[in-house]
Every structure is written in structure tokens, then in C-alpha cells.
Nanobody
Framework: QVQLVESGGGLVQPGGSLRLSCTAS????????IGWFRQAPGKEREGVSC????????YYADAVKGRFTISRDNAKNTVYLHMNSLKPEDAGVYYC???WGYGQGYCTFGKYEEWGQGTQVAVAS
């Protein structure tokens, strides 16, 4: 079983940047597809980005395309979400999640079994 811990959230001004980290323990992330999700107050959780296990294929929600970049460092057992040009509507609790993805060269926002506790992102001037 994989345990996930997010970090890197905080308060940033509009137009600013943050880098979120999702670090795993308990097992290697090499064969897991990792997704980033977010939930704003009063709204449903939504998928932000994901990265496949086998070839690092990525997928982004339309709202973040061109501004966010997901990457993984398997040596550090960590997946990152680089967020640039942040907008107030990007605020919320960001969660990373994992699902077994051995051999898959794609990712989706479908079912994920393991979730972190989340890290808060606030965007305000």
C-alpha cells in the first residue's frame, strides 16, 4: 500500500507560482499512475493533471493547460505539480492520488485508490 504526502501549498499572489510535491512511502511509485486533484470550497473535487507510470504521458484539465506542468522523479519517489500564472480560481485544497498503472502509457482522472491528505493553495493579492 502506498502512502502519499502533499507539500508546497501556501498563499501566492495572482500571477505567481508554486510547486507542489507528492511524496510516497511504503512502496515505489514507479508503477503507479499519479493524479493531482483540487477542491475549492463549495465545489466538487476536480481533476487537474495526471502522469502515467510507464512513459510519463501527461494529461491536463483545460483550465490549467499551458500554466501547470506535472512531472515525476522516481528516484525521489515524488511527483511534482508546477503551477504558474496562478489565478484566484486555482485556489483550493490540492490532493495527489495513485492508482496501479503498470505498463500503461496514458492516464485519466478515473478511479484512484490511494489519496493524500491535501495541501492548501490560496491565491489572493
Amino acid at each position: 500500500q502506498v502512502q502519499l504526502v502533499e507539500s508546497g501549498g501556501g498563499l501566492v499572489q495572482p500571477g505567481g507560482s508554486l510547486r507542489l510535491s507528492c511524496t510516497a512511502s511504503g512502496t515505489t511509485l514507479d508503477y503507479y499512475t499519479i493524479g493531482w486533484f483540487r477542491q475549492a470550497p463549495g465545489k466538487e473535487r476536480e481533476g487537474v493533471s495526471c502522469i502515467s507510470s510507464s512513459d510519463g504521458s501527461t494529461y491536463y484539465a483545460d483550465a490549467v493547460k499551458g500554466r501547470f506542468t506535472i512531472s515525476r522523479d522516481n528516484a525521489k519517489n515524488t511527483v511534482y505539480l508546477h503551477m504558474n500564472s496562478l489565478k484566484p480560481e486555482d485556489a483550493g485544497v490540492y490532493y495527489c492520488a495513485a492508482t496501479w498503472g503498470y505498463g500503461q502509457g496514458y492516464c485519466t482522472f478515473g478511479k484512484y485508490e490511494e489519496w493524500g491528505q491535501g495541501t492548501q493553495v490560496a491565491v489572493a493579492s
